[in-house]
């Protein structure tokens, strides 16, 4: 089993930086890939970022490649996702994901391990 634990999230303004992290124990995770989803109010959960394990090769949804990066210690084995330059729209709670496979992927059924979850608010 994996348990993953979310931290850094919070209640900003628009235009504010955050950097969530997520901790991973019970196994290793060198060889899983590990993702970012969020989940808006009355929405459904959307893939954000993925990073693999080994080479750490990041996968970012377009539209949010020019404010957020995903990245990873497997020394760690914790992740991060930096969000720079937050708008309302980004505010979510945001979810780590893992999966032990060397395949990048988007879809949240796709991924077995899931954490609590944390609260991103962005106020304008």
């Known amino acids: 089993q994996v348990q993953l634990v979310e931290s850094g999230g919070g209640m900003v303004q628009a235009g504010d930086s955050l950097r969530l992290s997520c901790a991973a124990s019970g196994r290793t995770v060198i060889n899983t890939v590990m993702g970012w989803f969020r989940q808006a109010p009355g929405k459904a959960r959307e893939f954000v970022a993925a990073?693999?394990?080994?080479?750490?090769?990041?996968d970012l949804v377009d539209s949010l490649k020019d404010r957020f990066a995903i990245s990873r210690d497997n020394a760690k084995n914790t992740i991060f996702l930096q969000m720079n330059r937050l708008e309302p729209g980004d505010t979510a709670v945001y979810y780590c994901?893992?999966?032990?496979?060397?395949?990048?992927?988007?879809?949240?059924?796709?991924?077995?391990?899931w954490g609590q979850g944390t609260q991103v608010t962005v106020s304008s």
């Open positions: 990073i693999s394990g080994h080479d750490t090769v990041p």
């Open positions: 994901a893992a999966e032990y496979t060397n395949f990048l992927r988007r879809s949240a059924d796709r991924y077995t391990y």
